[in-house]
């Protein structure tokens, strides 16, 4: 995996410093759909971060689907949204590497092969 890709509902700017490069959906042109978000994560290899089920529903019918890390959490202050990423950021980059989904919760990390 080479970085993480973040859909259009999550901030372009994080406070925090992954591991992997990350970028923000914008580089695809303004509101680019999902097909050409998932597209473009296979074929460069990052995993799509979002709070958009459709990403999650996608991973059931394609053959080989890009890696997605589904942000379960919800609406909450970007303050708090950031130190709460800062926090899991570790553990979601660990696990993403090894599975196709990965879910997070506000009290809980699950991932899926």
């Not at 995996?1 to 859909?7: A, Q």
């Not at 303004?30 to 994560?41: G, L, R, T």
């Not at 059931?60 to 899991?88: C, Q, T, W, Y």
């Amino acid at each position: 995996m080479k970085g993480f890709l973040f859909d259009e509902n999550l901030p372009a700017k994080i406070h925090f410093s992954p591991s992997f490069p990350v970028i923000h959906v914008s580089i695809l042109g303004k509101s680019p759909s999902d097909s050409q978000i998932w597209e473009y994560a296979k074929e460069n290899d990052f995993a799509i971060v979002t709070k958009d089920v459709d990403f999650s529903d996608r991973l059931m019918v394609d053959i080989s689907p890009a890696r997605v890390v589904h942000l379960r959490l919800g609406n909450m202050r970007k303050r708090i949204f950031h130190e709460f990423l800062a926090n899991v950021w570790p553990q979601i980059e660990t696990l993403i590497i090894s599975h196709k989904l990965v879910n997070v919760y506000f009290d809980r990390i699950e991932s899926f092969e």
